[in-house]
């Protein structure tokens, strides 16, 4: 079976700070990992996924996240937040069979304070 | 990007009433949707899925006679929750899965999400 740990269940930064959600996962097969974001009283939005190739990915707006197969981790980073980066961010991982069944995290949420 | 519409956003019923949730993919085709469902503050759990023409699998605990799934067409995908309980009050969220022969991976695409109470 697969699982996510997401340790911080709320981090507070402040404005133009660096940030790092973190993402460590358990799983006895090859996954898919993911980050998705939640705003309030919405559905997700995914922000950036891992698939396969280079272990570093980047999302459009300044989110990168980097896969570690030895950590099992895949820790979300951005060097400068904003205050619209308020949300709940989920990290999640998909067996590579034909199921695709997402496994979620417990959430991390960001509040980003001026 | 692919969309996925949820309807009603909101609904509140009365305690022992069914409530009926339609999930659509608005300009894809998804032969596999899922539901989820959210706990104020909490992550989301998968409660089925559910592929067109054949009958939902549901996940260990959630109850398919209580949680009714229809996938009648490529484009929609029902969820009824049957003699709804102050306790099914929930957040539930759809995904569609689009289907891309060349891809290796087919991304999920979530709705908005419904926001049941009970009475």
């Known amino acids: 079976a697969q699982s996510v740990t997401q340790l911080d269940s709320q981090v507070p930064v402040f404005e133009e700070a660096p940030v790092e959600l973190r993402c460590n996962y358990s799983s006895s097969v090859s996954v898919y990992l993911f980050w998705y974001v939640q705003y309030p009283n919405q559905g997700l939005q995914l922000l950036l996924k891992?698939?396969?190739?280079?272990?570093l990915v980047e999302s459009i707006n300044g989110f990168e996240a980097e896969f570690n197969k030895s950590q099992t981790s895949f820790h979300l980073r951005k060097p400068s937040v904003h205050i619209s980066d308020t949300a709940e961010y989920f990290c999640a991982v998909s067996r590579m069979d034909s199921s695709y069944k997402l496994i979620f995290g417990s959430g991390t949420r960001l509040l980003v304070r001026p | 990007g692919a969309v996925v519409s949820q309807h009603p956003s909101r609904v509140i019923c009365k305690s022992g009433t069914s409530v009926k949730i339609e999930c659509r993919s608005l300009d894809f085709q998804a032969t596999t949707m899922f539901w989820y469902r959210q706990f104020p503050k909490q992550s989301l759990m998968l409660m089925a899925t559910s592929n067109e023409g054949s009958k939902a699998t549901y996940e260990q605990g959630v109850e398919k006679d209580k949680f009714l799934i229809n996938h009648a067409s490529l484009t929609l995908s029902t969820l009824t929750v049957t003699s709804a309980h102050p306790e099914d009050s929930s957040f539930y969220i759809c995904?569609?899965?689009?289907?891309?022969?060349?891809?290796?991976?087919?991304?999920?695409?979530f709705g908005p999400g419904t926001r049941l109470t009970v009475l």
């Open positions: 891992y698939l396969s190739g280079s272990t």
């Open positions: 995904s569609a899965r689009e289907i891309l022969g060349w891809s290796s991976y087919n991304e999920q695409f």
